[in-house]
């Protein structure tokens, strides 16, 4: 997976001309921490899990990344996700730097006893290196706002009241109005950008979404609104579709008890992967990285793709998808809302004064289309595709900070 990220900041680099010895420094993770989770199991029997901290860069602030639960997650992921950080913060302009990380747990094997223990003791070996003014968590897959709010709690019980420690808190702990929607909003809005480029509208698309958690529930929900048709849902379970448009609200009912779409009546079911292939104007991946990869990049149907999850597409799958002018809007823009509400509840935090609903949803809807006109311009600059031009945008932003901060000698023109 790091080896992907890679991939497109060297396309990237290589469209700025950018020095070998420039393209290292930035490349490079400042510090990666691993940590041995140890822990008493509801049956009183030893367990270990590993914890991961990659702070990629700082140039631009403390640095801000999500925390992911999963079997899977280990040092090259959180590596490669931190790096996405880094410049996904610079797209949007908002002041951190990137990090990410997480444990190598499955939450859906554990109960909340364990969850809420091995989260503790992340924090306990982690606390040197997370604070308000260093490193941020946040919620990412399999992490909600209760696993936040165990956060805070515990790592003031070090550094004393730090609610600006982590983001993605409940309401009542400090957490902001809009935060849990802000992935999916911003997906909306930067959908709604793309179809204002080629003409069309809200009512002409038909929609397919990969993923129902935080990031495919609100796309999918906010889509809906503006009057498009989101025809197919997949999850890890299972897929439900229906041609006159799915019922997002009653959905959303059906999987807070079932905790998957399979099942749910008001559509018909099919098998999950092949929500990718759908016959839609829109795809919307937001489930994990991969899913759209060379056995399946000559099935997608869809000419938009708004990249929900974080790298659900290969590079070889990339190129492809380019090539045939499909027009796709890359991770580190289009789910970009979620760290920008996270940059308010910091600002909220830190200013110890609440902002409103309203006022939350019209600055991030402002963000997000700043980003997408600075991509766009940038892209039509040196006739380059969406995704590489977020690369050069955050580059060049990151080198600027970088330089001012005198992180490198070279008097560079970025
Ligand atoms: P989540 O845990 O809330 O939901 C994940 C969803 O993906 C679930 O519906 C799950 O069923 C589905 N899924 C898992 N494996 C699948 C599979 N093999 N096939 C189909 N569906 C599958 O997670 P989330 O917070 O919605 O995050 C989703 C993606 O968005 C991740 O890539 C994450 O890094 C990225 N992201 C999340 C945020 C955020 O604010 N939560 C912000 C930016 C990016």
């Given at each position: 997976?790091?080896?992907?990220?890679?991939?497109?900041?060297?396309?990237?680099?290589?469209?700025?001309?950018?020095?070998?010895?420039?393209?290292?420094?930035?490349?490079?993770?400042?510090?990666?921490?691993?940590?041995?989770?140890?822990?008493?199991?509801?049956?009183?029997?030893?367990?270990?899990?590993?914890?991961?901290?990659?702070?990629?860069?700082?140039?631009?602030?403390?640095?801000?990344?999500?925390?992911?639960?999963?079997?899977?997650?280990?040092?090259?992921?959180?590596?490669?996700?931190?790096?996405?950080?880094?410049?996904?913060?610079?797209?949007?302009?908002?002041?951190?730097?990137?990090?990410?990380?997480?444990?190598?747990?499955?939450?859906?094997?554990?109960?909340?006893?364990?969850?809420?223990?091995?989260?503790?003791?992340?924090?306990?070996?982690?606390?040197?290196?997370?604070?308000?003014?260093?490193?941020?968590?946040?919620?990412?897959?399999?992490?909600?706002?209760?696993?936040?709010?165990?956060?805070?709690?515990?790592?003031?019980?070090?550094?004393?009241?730090?609610?600006?420690?982590?983001?993605?808190?409940?309401?009542?702990?400090?957490?902001?109005?809009?935060?849990?929607?802000?992935?999916?909003?911003?997906?909306?809005?930067?959908?709604?950008?793309?179809?204002?480029?080629?003409?069309?509208?809200?009512?002409?698309?038909?929609?397919?979404?990969?993923?129902?958690?935080?990031?495919?529930?609100?796309?999918?929900?906010?889509?809906?609104?503006?009057?498009?048709?989101?025809?197919?849902?997949?999850?890890?379970?299972?897929?439900?579709?229906?041609?006159?448009?799915?019922?997002?609200?009653?959905?959303?009912?059906?999987?807070?008890?079932?905790?998957?779409?399979?099942?749910?009546?008001?559509?018909?079911?099919?098998?999950?992967?092949?929500?990718?292939?759908?016959?839609?104007?829109?795809?919307?991946?937001?489930?994990?990285?991969?899913?759209?990869?060379?056995?399946?990049?000559?099935?997608?149907?869809?000419?938009?793709?708004?990249?929900?999850?974080?790298?659900?597409?290969?590079?070889?799958?990339?190129?492809?998808?380019?090539?045939?002018?499909?027009?796709?809007?890359?991770?580190?823009?289009?789910?970009?809302?979620?760290?920008?509400?996270?940059?308010?509840?910091?600002?909220?935090?830190?200013?110890?004064?609440?902002?409103?609903?309203?006022?939350?949803?019209?600055?991030?809807?402002?963000?997000?289309?700043?980003?997408?006109?600075?991509?766009?311009?940038?892209?039509?600059?040196?006739?380059?595709?969406?995704?590489?031009?977020?690369?050069?945008?955050?580059?060049?932003?990151v080198g600027e900070a970088a330089k001012a901060r005198s992180f490198f000698e070279e008097d560079i023109q970025l």
């Open positions: 997976m790091l080896e992907d990220a890679k991939y497109y900041f060297q396309k990237a680099a290589d469209v700025m001309e950018l020095p070998e010895r420039l393209r290292e420094i930035l490349i490079t993770p400042i510090r990666v921490v691993k940590v041995d989770l140890v822990f008493d199991d509801d049956n009183g029997k030893l367990q270990h899990y590993l914890g991961f901290r990659v702070q990629h860069n700082k140039a631009r602030g403390p640095m801000k990344g999500g925390l992911r639960f999963h079997p899977d997650m280990d040092e090259d992921h959180a590596t490669a996700l931190a790096n996405l950080m880094t410049w996904k913060t610079a797209v949007v302009d908002v002041p951190f730097g990137g990090a990410k990380g997480g444990i190598n747990c499955d939450p859906s094997k554990m109960s909340e006893r364990e969850l809420n223990v091995v989260t503790r003791k992340f924090v306990e070996q982690t606390k040197e290196i997370i604070g308000p003014t260093t490193d941020i968590p946040a919620p990412d897959v399999n992490t909600n706002a209760k696993v936040m709010g165990w956060i805070m709690d515990e790592y003031s019980k070090y550094a004393g009241f730090s609610p600006g420690v982590v983001t993605g808190k409940p309401l009542h702990l400090f957490g902001s109005e809009g935060r849990d929607e802000a992935t999916g909003r911003g997906v909306m809005v930067v959908l709604d950008e793309a179809l204002k480029g080629l003409g069309k509208s809200w009512k002409d698309i038909r929609v397919a979404v990969q993923g129902f958690g935080n990031v495919g529930s609100n796309a999918a929900r906010l889509i809906a609104d503006q009057g498009a048709k989101v025809v197919a849902i997949g999850d890890h379970m299972g897929g439900v579709s229906n041609d006159d448009g799915l019922d997002i609200a009653a959905l959303n009912e059906w999987v807070k008890e079932h905790r998957t779409v399979k099942g749910f009546a008001g559509g018909s079911p099919f098998h999950s992967p092949v929500v990718i292939t759908w016959d839609v104007d829109v795809l919307i991946p937001a489930a994990l990285e991969g899913a759209i990869n060379m056995g399946n990049v000559n099935e997608v149907k869809a000419d938009i793709i708004v990249e929900g999850a974080n790298a659900p597409t290969s590079p070889e799958a990339h190129e492809i998808l380019v090539e045939r002018g499909v027009l796709v809007v890359p991770d580190i823009l289009a789910n970009a809302g979620g760290v920008t509400v996270s940059y308010f509840e910091w600002v909220q935090n830190i200013q110890q004064f609440s902002w409103q609903y309203d006022r939350v949803q019209q600055e991030l809807t402002s963000v997000m289309r700043r980003a997408y006109a600075a991509v766009n311009k940038v892209a039509r600059q040196y006739s380059i595709d969406m995704r590489t031009a977020a690369f050069v945008l955050a580059i060049r932003r």
